[in-house]
């Protein structure tokens, strides 16, 4: 019996000229049968499972299926900033600002509603009066989710979704997370204050909460995201601080924290390079870890489920990892200020696969299908050249599509077991874009501007080659002769006239160039001349003394390479200290070979010619 054939996956992106949804590779085109709102999409967000869509429009929102691109629920509701669903789209939540009404002692205004998506019903609405984390938080089996207020958490229960069934009560509690695994364990943040340090503390939601499970404190830590496996059996505790007590960064200071929910073992991640942590991704397999950190170039290391290292990918200015849905594939990017380049690591055999560069990338995502990764370049980050790119695993862009206004763009959510993992790496396809010539300039000896032209010592010299400049064939820096003023006394005005000449001599010598040789016209009048075997070109003097234009070109030229090279050692040493250093000053000392061969070249030039 056949093997079923996977469907290709989805995205969906809108732009300034509407919404639009798109199969993707091998074949991307537009889906049919999905009609396009005529209404301005303000966003647009996927369920969990891939089996809903839903759109915010200005007056209202508009749930889709994504399998009939039918309408399933529309919500009334003006106003909406924000939607999210819960875990398996059975419920989602709205987000409105909060609103100050005459009578909000007795009623206020509830802008934070939760909906049951098959009825359209409303199942509970709360005050919420900041944006940020807005939303309640959900079990994996969508039995329990919960809300934050002051200092504790209520729990609700499907059985009565409008009544607290639980709550856990804590000092300064500030940030919690439940797993995403099946059993249900909420993490709860307390953060360091008047010298107390900061504390993590995981507990059963279905417990009493009177002791907990794990915990751990520590200090300089003011906030954190929770980063659970898969299984839920372990979650990461990334903190950050607003302030960098040690000075070294203007962005605060970040540690990494391991916890199990069994208790039985937590520990801060050890990081042997100083600077920030970047990025942070579980591997599917809730087995191992992968983090970006320190200073550029970054260090991306592969830890264990003790939180010990396992394997060293190197330094590169990356700020980004991610793994493909069946953990085989490891990517890890740079971008924001960085260059853009995205490196593809085999897992199995710590193989780097390919280095694809995407400069002004602002999304970078891995297809549910796990053999494609989407980058795109949106109107928020960058006003031109946007569009989305989708690329094969092995470095093959197989689709293009330039955007003029490109506001959002996100693959369709699908299920693990849609795309089972293949038992081999699938080779490179077709592209299908047209390709690009490659324009390769001839390598050659390098030639100072003021040489370029000339006759050249290997060959005949090209057409123009016996042209000499003749404007000024006084040595550079040198003051013009003074002409001496008419004197009543002709042998007075000379005896002044060979005095001049003396002190120019005299200045010539001092600064090593060679001086013009003095003789007498028979009549008291001296005449101005060049030593024996130097001839005078307006370029260069064959007796060792530079001249002229060309010679000057060459020096300004020299000063100019060797400030480049003082900047890029400059750069190293910053490096080497730890600070942080922009992307231009990284691209400036990748250059560092090529000025070094520039400046080799010119120092022969200025060789050949005599000139010190």
């Known amino acids: 019996m056949a093997t079923a054939v996977p469907p290709p996956p989805q995205f969906a992106y809108r732009s300034n000229t509407g919404f639009q949804v798109a199969t ?8 049919e049968g999905f009609v396009s709102p005529e209404d301005d999409v303000r966003t647009f967000v996927y369920s969990p499972d891939g ?12 749930i889709h299926c994504t399998s009939t691109h039918r309408q399933v629920l529309v919500l009334p509701r003006p106003g909406v900033l924000e939607i999210a669903f819960s875990p398996n789209g059975n419920y989602v939540s709205t987000f409105e600002r909060f609103v100050k009404t005459a009578d909000a002692e007795t009623n206020p205004h509830k802008n934070l509603v939760l909906w049951d998506v098959s009825t359209g019903a409303e199942i509970n609405a709360f005050t919420q009066k ?16 919960a809300k934050l207020v002051t200092n504790e958490i209520q729990f609700f229960s499907k059985q009565d979704f409008t009544r607290v069934c639980s709550r856990l009560k804590m000092e300064g509690v500030s940030h919690f997370g439940l797993s995403s695994g099946q059993r249900a364990i909420v993490a709860v943040f ?54 960098d007590a040690t000075g070294k960064s203007y962005y605060g200071e970040t540690n990494l924290y391991y916890l199990a929910i069994a208790g039985t073992f937590d520990a801060r991640v050890e990081l042997n390079k100083p600077g920030p942590i970047h990025d942070v991704s579980w591997n599917p397999n809730s087995k191992e870890f992968v983090v970006v950190y320190g200073t550029m170039p970054a260090q991306i290391t592969l830890f264990d489920h003790r939180a010990s290292p396992l394997y060293s990918f190197g330094e590169a200015p990356r700020n980004v990892c991610q793994f493909n849905a069946h953990g085989r594939l490891l990517l890890v990017g740079g971008f924001g200020n960085l260059a853009g380049d995205i490196d593809i690591w085999d897992r199995k055999n710590f193989k780097k696969l390919v280095t694809i560069n995407a400069p002004n990338t602002s999304v970078c995502e891995w297809a549910p299908d796990g053999r494609y990764v989407m980058t795109a370049t949106v109107y928020k980050r960058l006003k031109v050249d946007n ?3 989708l690329w094969h695993h092995t470095g ?9 206004e490109l506001h959002q763009v996100a693959w369709r959510p699908a299920p693990a077991d849609l795309y089972p993992e293949p038992r081999s790496l699938s080779p490179p396809p077709q592209s299908t874009l047209p390709a690009v010539p490659v324009v390769t300039k001839p390598a050659g000896v390098y030639r100072p501007p003021g040489a370029r032209g000339m006759a050249s010592a290997e060959g005949s010299a090209p057409p123009g080659a016996n042209f000499v400049r003749q404007r000024d064939q006084r040595v550079p820096g040198l003051s013009g002769e003074k002409k001496g003023k008419k004197k009543r006394n002709g042998e007075q ?41 130097v001839t005078t070109t307006g370029t260069t003097t064959s007796g060792g003394a530079p001249g002229g234009a060309y010679a000057q070109d060459l020096l300004k030229k020299h000063k100019n390479i060797s400030k480049k090279l003082k900047a890029i050692e400059d750069i190293k040493q910053k490096i080497a200290r730890g600070e942080k250093v922009e992307l231009t000053q990284l691209k400036k000392m990748e250059g560092e070979q090529g000025v070094k061969k520039e400046l080799e070249g010119l120092e022969g030039e200025m060789r050949r010619l005599g000139m010190r």
Request: net charge positive.
């Open 130 to 145: 900041q944006q940020q984390r807005w939303n309640v938080e959900w079990t994996r089996d969508e039995s329990y989710y």
């Open 387 to 389: 569009g989305v790119k």
């Open 493 to 533: 005005g000379g005896q002044n006239q060979n005095q001049n000449q003396q002190q120019q001599q005299q200045q010539r010598s001092a600064n090593g160039v060679a001086a013009p040789t003095t003789t007498s016209n028979g009549n008291g009048t001296p005449t101005t001349g060049t030593p024996t075997g």
């Open 396 to 404: 093959v862009c197989v689709d293009k599509r330039d955007v003029k």
């Open 24 to 31: 993707g590779p091998p074949e991307v085109k537009n889906v």
């Open 51 to 62: 089996r809903f869509l839903a759109l915010l429009l200005p007056s209202q929102v508009r």
């Open 190 to 243: 307390v953060p360091e204050k008047k010298g107390q340090p900061a504390s993590v503390k995981l507990y059963d939601v279905l417990g009493n909460f009177a002791a907990p499970l794990a915990q751990k404190s520590f200090f300089r830590a003011d906030s954190c995201v929770f980063h659970w496996n898969k299984l839920g059996t372990a979650v990461l505790v990334f903190t950050h601080t607003d302030v």
